[in-house]
């Protein structure tokens, strides 16, 4: 099984600054046959279901504000929110699907500082 | 409109049975592979299985996570738009919100699991 480790556990960014999510696989979720990274990056607010926001590693979803941006290759990947706004609180996944089982990250609460 | 919705979730005893059922709308039903996933209480998420959609050379595959197979057992119906998860030997462990989600769109070649719309989820607890 591929592991998603994400860090930090939790993250207090004050309105405005950026906020910088990491997830690391235990191998690597690059599809050699079409150089695309089979990883997904997904917003969950309370008593909600999770929100998918960036995949194949960097493309923004329809709707998602351009203040999300996804990077990386292979095993590392780090979500960004360049500006962080109050409706940006919420816990942040990553997901691979490059190999069933299908994993995700432990989760990355962002608060408000 | 997508839409996806969850029902049959409700309180049952450890050991007994329980399926779900997860009716969509909004799109054509068969062209896509449907997920599960449950998050219990406080926890992350965790994926149950999935289904592929008809049209991808190995259509209708079935998959499960190593927890649930063997007592779990994930069908659809395309005429209807309805996923199923038919859950077995039910387990205090399997107390979670169970969510089905959408995706990927299969095509002859390829069908990845990208779930881009999610339920609202239906609630499982499993006690005595």
């Known amino acids: 099984d591929i592991v998603m480790t994400q860090s930090p556990d939790s993250l207090a960014v004050s309105l405005g600054e950026r906020a910088t999510i990491n997830c690391k696989s235990s191998?690597?979720?690059?599809?050699?046959?079409?150089?695309?990274?089979?990883l997904a990056w997904y917003k969950q607010t309370p008593g909600q279901p999770p929100k998918l926001l960036i995949s194949w590693a960097s493309t923004r979803e329809s709707g998602v504000p351009d203040r999300f941006s996804g990077s990386g290759s292979a095993t590392d990947f780090t979500l960004t929110i360049s500006s962080l706004q109050a409706e940006d609180v919420a816990v942040y996944y990553c997901?691979?699907?490059?190999?069933?089982?299908?994993?995700f990250g432990g989760g990355t609460k962002v608060e408000i500082k | 409109e997508v839409q996806l919705v969850e029902s049959g979730g409700a309180l049952v005893q450890p050991g007994r049975s329980l399926r779900l059922s997860c009716t969509a709308s909004?799109?054509?039903?068969?062209?896509?592979?449907m997920s599960w996933f449950r998050q219990a209480p406080g926890e992350g998420l965790e994926w149950v299985g999935f289904?592929?959609?008809?049209?991808?050379?190995?259509?209708?595959?079935?998959q499960y996570a190593a927890s649930v197979k063997d007592r779990f057992t994930i069908s659809r119906d395309d005429s209807n738009s309805v996923a199923y998860l038919q859950m077995n030997s039910l387990k205090t462990e399997d107390t979670a919100v169970y969510y089905c989600?959408?995706?990927?769109?299969?095509?002859?070649?390829?069908?990845?699991?990208?779930?881009?719309?999610w339920g609202q989820g239906t609630l499982v607890t499993v006690s005595s």
């Open positions: 191998q690597s979720v690059l599809y050699s046959s079409n150089n695309k990274n089979y």
């Open positions: 289904i592929r959609g008809k049209a991808y050379v190995y259509g209708g595959t079935i």
């Open positions: 989600g959408r995706g990927g769109h299969c095509s002859t070649t390829t069908c990845p699991l990208v779930i881009d719309y």
């Open positions: 997901k691979q699907y490059y190999s069933p089982p299908l994993t």
């Open positions: 909004g799109f054509i039903f068969g062209d896509y592979a």
